[in-house]
């Protein structure tokens, strides 16, 4: 530790500060505490001022146990506003906050004076973080607190994952549901304070918060989720220590992290906004296929198993179309119409393809009708908004259904009549 360099000692702790915050922040956000680091990392100042005042040296070990008492004091007066008053628990968090930093900030300027020393001792750090005075001891606090943390959620992992999704049924089982939340409080209290001096009171809670949202992109598993926020709050610090050089290093690692949250949140695989609109457009553009082979099916159903040549004209009034010529022309690369001169034809496979589509559509009518009480004349809307959502499986388990009750045709590849008269949309 001692033959390391300054900037070395500044990347080790920063990357076990976004680590373990990572770890922690996912707990609290998925049971909807993210704001009690915000309350705790403001709350923590005039703790930090006080011991300054009682200790006069600023080593990181006497500062955060002033940090942890004011942190606790502040978690109890929210518990009393809340026993003892009918302020909702966000009001109790912002009364607590406002209070205590304000406290702080007026000990700040006390303890700022030339005749107390704070200045020099560079306590202004803990407002926006300054990572740069890091000393060995400080460096092996963090890692100490990262041990001891990780250490505790292997060991009630299980536990926790239960209280955080299913507080009913962990208290069903007897399980202290008290004790873990707090346990988990306390951890979360933990990383925040030894954090203050690195990102500052205002910017903790971002570490806190963001680095969980943003694995919450990648993930719907907790032991993931755990992995992945580790991973994204470590980079964070690191990639912030060394890019934000000349800026502050607090701002420049949130900045990071909120870097890397944006990129989660346009680009994750399934839960971007991007996979989201690309997933949404090919659902559209598949809807838009299927309405089409059925369509052109139901036109011409009467004239089956011939295909008839059906006028452009008629499709178009059958359905309302954002781009028709589009649908054709995707149907005819897939080989399913013909189509020229203002006229279009299923193809065999096109007829094939359009009866399975139709088979699926009135057999969603017929289930809707019998078991949702729809009217024959509003039964085609509703059962256009599901079948194409629903997966192919539960299609064969309707056909089973129908079956049993003697609904379905003999032929089970045949397509059963349409329970209400066919028309154009209106």
Not at 29 to 55: E, K, N, Q, S
Not at 143 to 153: E, I, K, R, T, Y
Not at 225 to 241: E, H, I, R, Y
Request: hydrophobic share 50%; charged share 20%; proline share 4%.
């Amino acid at each position: 530790m001692i033959s390391l360099s300054l900037s070395d000692k500044v990347m080790i702790g920063t990357a076990l500060l976004g680590g373990m915050s990572g770890v922690v922040g996912s707990f609290a956000v998925l049971r909807g505490r993210a704001l009690v680091g915000d309350m705790l990392a403001h709350a923590a100042l005039p703790g930090v001022c006080l011991a300054f005042l009682i200790t006069g040296n600023r080593h990181l070990l006497g500062l955060s146990l002033g940090a942890l008492a004011s942190g606790l004091a502040a978690i109890a007066a929210v518990t009393v506003i809340l026993r003892w008053t009918r302020t909702k628990e966000d009001a109790a968090i912002g009364i607590v906050l406002s209070t205590f930093f304000g406290a702080g900030v007026v000990l700040l300027s006390v303890v700022q004076k030339p005749s107390t020393g704070g200045n020099k001792a560079g306590l202004h750090a803990y407002l926006f973080g300054e990572p740069g005075g890091m000393l060995n001891s400080d460096v092996l606090l963090l890692a100490g607190v990262a041990v001891v943390v990780l250490a505790m959620v292997a060991l009630f992992y299980k536990e926790f994952l239960v209280v955080c999704f299913d507080t009913d049924f962990a208290q069903s089982q007897g399980w202290p549901t008290l004790w873990l939340d707090l346990a988990m409080m306390a951890a979360l209290a933990v990383v925040t304070i030894v954090g203050l001096p690195i990102v500052g009171v205002i910017l903790m809670a971002a570490m806190i918060i963001l680095p969980a949202a943003t694995a919450r992109f990648w993930t719907n598993r907790l032991s993931v989720m755990l992995l992945v926020s580790c991973g994204f709050g470590a980079a964070a610090g690191v990639l912030g220590t060394r890019l934000g050089r000349g800026y502050p290093a607090g701002a420049a690692i949130v900045l990071t992290a909120s870097f890397l949250f944006l990129v989660s949140l346009l680009f994750a695989p399934q839960k971007g906004l991007v996979a989201r609109l690309l997933v949404e457009y090919r659902l559209r553009r598949r809807i838009a296929d299927e309405h089409l082979l059925r369509t052109l099916y139901e036109l011409s159903e009467p004239q089956l198993p011939e295909s008839p040549v059906i006028p452009l004209e008629s499709v178009r009034e059958y359905r309302h179309w954002n781009s028709l010529e589009r649908v054709l022309e995707r149907a005819r690369d897939e080989e399913l119409i013909e189509w020229g001169e203002e006229q279009v034809q299923l193809t065999p496979l096109g007829v094939h393809r359009a009866a399975q589509l139709t088979k699926a559509h009135r057999l969603w009518e017929l289930y809707l009708m019998d078991y949702a009480n729809i009217a024959p004349d509003h039964v085609d809307r509703d059962a256009d908004d599901v079948e194409h959502m629903l997966p192919e499986a539960l299609l064969v388990k309707l056909e089973e259904e129908l079956a049993a009750e003697g609904r379905l045709p003999a032929v089970l590849a045949e397509v059963p009549e349409s329970p209400h008269e066919l028309s154009p949309e209106t």
